[in-house]
């Protein structure tokens, strides 16, 4: 049995990417509402909180107003958004660059697939330590783990995405200027 195609590859990537991308997106906006009414912006300042006073202070206001379980429940469902997340953005990498038709895209579009998995490797182990912080004693260097994990994922997130919309441009200027793919 030979390989499938280039355009039945390429239509499964479409298939994949728009799938994963969807539901991320869907995934997003129903924990938004779940862990309501703490909110993703308070779980970033806990992730970046660099020092374990701070993360104490975070995890001291959580608990009067009532949002310390969601916190930690917070922590479980990041492990879904991690599965989601990885896999829309690595498609979206493959995916938007075989638009372009330009072999270094294509190229690169791999590359920085791979580069996501890295990101996620990062999000994993910083998401052990915030559930060590906040289930347990806080320690320092669970802070600064995260703190400094969440750096290196947020990063690699942000220049995935730039690469996506790089891509998108080259392919949107492509159709504009009447270019065959």
């Not at 479409?14 to 991320?24: C, G, K, N």
Request: net charge positive.
């Amino acid at each position: 049995m030979e390989p499938p195609s280039w355009p039945a590859r390429f239509s499964r990537l479409r298939q994949l990417f728009w799938l994963f991308f969807l539901l991320t997106v869907a995934y997003m906006i129903w924990v938004r509402y779940y862990l309501s009414p703490l909110s993703s912006d308070e779980i970033v300042q806990f992730e970046i909180a660099k020092t374990a006073g701070k993360a104490q202070a975070i995890i001291d206001n959580w608990r009067i107003t009532g949002k310390y379980e969601l916190g930690i429940k917070s922590t479980y469902f990041a492990y879904i958004f991690m599965l989601l997340y990885t896999l829309a953005i690595a498609l979206g990498c493959r995916f938007i660059s075989a638009c372009t038709g330009n072999e270094i895209m294509i190229k690169g579009g791999r590359g920085f697939a791979w580069l996501i998995v890295i990101a996620t490797g990062c999000d994993i182990v910083e998401n052990i330590a915030l559930s060590h912080t906040l289930q347990g004693p806080i320690y320092q260097w669970n802070v600064s783990l995260a703190y400094n994990l969440a750096r290196v994922k947020f990063s690699i997130v942000i220049v995935c995405l730039l690469f996506v919309f790089t891509c998108s441009l080259y392919w949107a200027i492509g159709k504009l200027a009447g270019e065959k793919r």
